[in-house]
């Protein structure tokens, strides 16, 4: 951790007001656009599916989303041929039904 940088945390709120760090990712902030979003379907294409956007960075100069982005839009995501991503569980069960949405 570096005084004044940007950086994504996720915490937890424990009982007696203090927080528990959970995930820290710093961010570049010369990086491109980036959206994090929470699945809602489990998805019925290989090559397409839709996110609600929670989270938007954005870099200093030059971002292709702009101000057309509020978080809570619905967002599809289409793979090109031979993508992968992965599904950050965070800790909470995932659904049976949606143990085969990764690649």
Do not use: C, H, R
Not at 33 to 62: H, K, R, Y
Not at 63 to 76: D, E, H, M, N, R
């Amino acid at each position: 951790m570096v005084a004044n940088q940007i950086a994504s945390i996720d915490a937890a709120l424990n009982a007696d007001g203090t927080f528990t760090l959970l995930d820290y990712d710093p961010l570049d902030t010369a990086a491109s656009d980036w959206i994090e979003g929470v699945v809602t379907l489990v998805p019925t294409s290989s090559t397409q599916f839709q996110i609600i956007a929670n989270e938007l960075f954005q870099p200093s100069s030059g971002s292709l989303v702009g101000t057309k982005l509020p978080l809570g839009s619905t967002v599809t995501v289409n793979l090109g041929a031979g993508a992968t991503f992965g599904v950050d569980a965070k800790g909470f069960t995932v659904p049976a039904e949606a143990t085969t949405f990764a690649g």
